[in-house]
């Protein structure tokens, strides 16, 4: 069984465990983090996992999903970037 912890139950032990501000900022880090690897994992399962699925792709409406993806890799990239670069 699997259970959810709320948002700010989790910042808020970050923060009892690490201090005001390293777990302030882990916790905002933490979660940009895992929405790039959500929006990876959709675009490795729309993109990369099946020949026969890129197929389909390339049947139905291949240049919406051509731009769909460019615009996957260029949001992830940048997303990246934003987790690296300074401020």
Request: hydrophobic share 45%; with cysteine; glycine share 4%.
């Amino acid at each position: 069984m699997s259970r959810t912890i709320a948002p700010e139950a989790i910042k808020a032990d970050n923060i009892n465990s690490m201090g005001k501000d390293l777990g302030e900022l882990y916790t905002a880090i933490w979660n940009e983090v895992v929405w790039l690897h959500m929006k990876w994992g959709e675009c490795v399962e729309l993109y990369g996992t099946r020949k026969s699925r890129i197929e389909l792709l390339n049947k139905t409406a291949s240049r919406f999903f051509r731009i769909l993806q460019d615009i996957f890799l260029e949001d992830i990239i940048l997303h990246i970037s934003r987790l690296t670069d300074n401020p």
